[in-house]
């Protein structure tokens, strides 16, 4: 199995799986409506461990012992990966490597903001939106 980060750079093949789980997030959006989201987080680590690699089959076991927590809803999966600090990924799988995919930050309200649609910022730009005292922006 091989993993890859956003920038092309491979997970070493000696990492480990060493949680999967349910991650169930409950909050509220900037515009008041209360929203829950729900990931199946699996938690990507490498240790000095070179001599062990994890199997595909025993992929699918850590997958099915934590079905219980998941019960059996279609969700996305979620990856954690040591970097700089923990990192969130989503994850797709083509031409045989899992690619871990860059997440993004969105505002879920923006008809509540009062931001010009034309600053609000698009998904890999660094540019960021400009808000002003009082104008319902986050």
């Known amino acids: 199995m091989q993993f890859q980060l956003p920038n092309g750079q491979k997970i070493p093949a ?3 799986i060493t949680e999967a789980g349910l991650t169930t997030k409950r909050f ?4 008041g409506t209360f929203r829950t989201t729900k990931n199946l987080t ?3 680590w490498v240790a000095n461990d070179t001599d062990h690699r994890l199997s595909p089959e025993k992929l699918i076991r850590i997958l099915k012992m ?14 954690e990966y040591q970097d700089t600090t923990i ?7 083509e031409k045989g490597i899992f690619r871990f995919e860059p997440k993004f930050t969105d505002c879920l309200a923006k008809d509540h903001c009062g931001i010009p649609e034309a600053q ?7 540019t960021t939106a400009t808000c002003t005292p009082g104008g319902g922006c986050c």
């Open 28 to 31: 509220i959006d900037c515009g």
């Open 120 to 126: 609000i910022p698009l998904k890999n730009t660094t």
């Open 14 to 16: 000696h990492f480990h």
């Open 66 to 79: 934590a079905e219980p927590l998941y019960q059996e809803d279609d969700l996305e999966i979620e990856v």
């Open 42 to 44: 699996l938690q990507v």
């Open 87 to 93: 990192c969130r990924y989503g994850l797709s799988f």
